[in-house]
């Protein structure tokens, strides 16, 4: 009785099928990704750092967690204050009751990830007293001794005054 299939056709089946099943063994972990853009998928990116040392001081008031991700200087600065709300409010100018912090990435450029300087637009959508509030906030980003840390908090750049 001579076989339907042929050597070469059970050969190629034999080597693509172990192909085919490690390409669906990917990872769908749900959060490997964030909701604020391929940027921030590392875990030690600028943003993700900008991003957790404005929640340790708007959302958690630890002003110990924000000084450890900043610069010496901004640290200084820090210590001036006693609790991360008087930082948030005198030295940000920003108050939230709830707050909501996005990482603004659509004009990222790519040369950024191969340097030790970033800057990182971020975006503050809140709640105050009952009114939405919405800041941008820019923040340039060093990296030292290979962890990503918060140099200098710049105004919203797209901010209107004197209108």
């Given amino acids: 009785?001579?076989?339907?299939?042929?050597?070469?056709?059970l050969l190629t089946l034999v080597l693509m099928l172990p192909v085919a099943l490690l390409t669906g063994c990917g990872d769908s972990d749900s959060e490997s990704k964030t909701t604020t853009g391929t940027a921030a998928t590392a875990t030690d990116s600028p943003e993700l750092t900008a991003v957790d040392f404005f929640k340790a001081v708007l959302v958690d008031n630890n002003l110990k967690k924000a000084r450890s991700m900043s610069v010496p200087t901004l640290q200084r600065v820090?210590?001036?204050?006693?609790?991360g709300k008087a930082?948030?409010?005198t030295?940000?100018?920003m108050s939230f009751d709830e707050v909501?912090?996005?990482i603004e990435d659509t004009n990222k450029n790519v040369r950024e990830f191969y340097t030790d300087k970033a800057d990182v637009m971020l975006i503050f959508t809140g709640v105050k007293d009952g009114n939405k509030v919405v800041n941008m906030r820019m923040v340039k980003m060093v990296k030292e001794r290979g962890k990503w840390l918060v140099s200098k908090i710049e105004d919203d750049p797209?901010?209107?005054t004197g209108i």
């Fill in 78 to 83: 820090l210590d001036g204050y006693a609790s």
């Fill in 87 to 89: 930082v948030g409010r």
């Fill in 100 to 102: 909501a912090i996005t």
């Fill in 158 to 160: 797209f901010a209107r």
């Fill in 91 to 93: 030295l940000l100018n």
């Fill in 1 to 9: 009785m001579k076989s339907f299939y042929s050597a070469p056709f």
